[in-house]
């Protein structure tokens, strides 16, 4: 160990040279660091605050961005909204008109069995009618050769047939007349 004392030596031994104050160290670190921030203003700070800057507009054009898309995702939103409420409302009339078809249907089939029932009842009276005619003048002409064949018995004299007949349906006409005026009030 022969040549260059050591520092440990020098201050007194125990490595206090590292902590205790030195004003010429202080004043070249101080030195040093002054030329380096002013280098580093210079060169990289304009740069990474620009790049900074930079990053902040980006950001705030994307919370912007961000803002604006969701507007719109809102504004469409409320248009669907407003469409579907719309078909809602579409579908309601629809099914409304289609209840007021169904009842408006309803009711010209019902009308149109009402006549054909009165028609079909009409008809039936009709032929009613004409069945009780008919069967009115059968039993009229059965009536009548009943009548002549008794009135021939009782009165036991030889009327010819035509004159029989006359007094008969005569004598029937009579009848039916008083029966019409007998029938008439009710």
């Given at each position: 160990?022969?040549?260059?004392?050591?520092?440990?030596?020098?201050?007194?031994?125990?490595g206090?040279?590292?902590?205790?104050?030195?004003?010429?160290?202080?004043?070249?670190?101080?030195v040093?660091?002054?030329?380096?921030?002013?280098?580093?203003?210079?060169?990289?700070?304009?740069?990474?605050?620009?790049?900074?800057?930079?990053r902040?507009?980006?950001?705030?054009?994307?919370?912007?961005?961000?803002?604006?898309?969701?507007?719109?995702?809102?504004?469409?939103?409320?248009?669907?909204?407003?469409?579907?409420?719309?078909?809602?409302?579409?579908?309601?009339?629809?099914?409304?008109?289609?209840?007021?078809?169904?009842?408006?249907?309803?009711?010209?089939?019902?009308?149109?069995?009402?006549?054909?029932?009165?028609?079909?009842?009409?008809?039936?009276?009709?032929?009613?009618a004409?069945?009780?005619?008919?069967?009115?003048?059968?039993?009229?002409?059965?009536?009548?050769?009943?009548?002549?064949?008794?009135?021939?018995?009782?009165l036991?004299?030889?009327?010819?047939?035509?004159?029989?007949?006359?007094?008969?349906?005569?004598?029937?006409?009579?009848?039916?007349?008083?029966?019409?005026?007998?029938?008439?009030?009710?």
């Amino acid at each position: 160990m022969g040549g260059a004392p050591s520092l440990l030596a020098a201050d007194g031994g125990g490595g206090s040279a590292l902590i205790s104050p030195n004003l010429g160290t202080i004043f070249w670190t101080v030195v040093t660091f002054v030329i380096f921030a002013f280098i580093l203003s210079r060169v990289a700070w304009k740069p990474l605050i620009g790049a900074l800057d930079s990053r902040e507009q980006s950001i705030r054009d994307s919370i912007d961005g961000a803002k604006n898309d969701r507007e719109e995702a809102e504004k469409v939103l409320a248009e669907h909204k407003q469409l579907v409420a719309e078909a809602h409302r579409e579908r309601a009339a629809a099914v409304a008109a289609g209840q007021e078809d169904a009842e408006r249907l309803k009711a010209e089939i019902l009308e149109e069995a009402r006549k054909q029932r009165e028609h079909m009842l009409a008809q039936t009276e009709t032929q009613m009618a004409s069945a009780l005619q008919q069967a009115k003048a059968e039993l009229r002409g059965v009536a009548v050769d009943l009548a002549i064949q008794a009135a021939g018995k009782l009165l036991d004299k030889n009327l010819d047939d035509a004159t029989q007949r006359q007094l008969v349906e005569r004598h029937l006409a009579d009848l039916e007349k008083s029966g019409d005026a007998g029938s008439a009030p009710s």
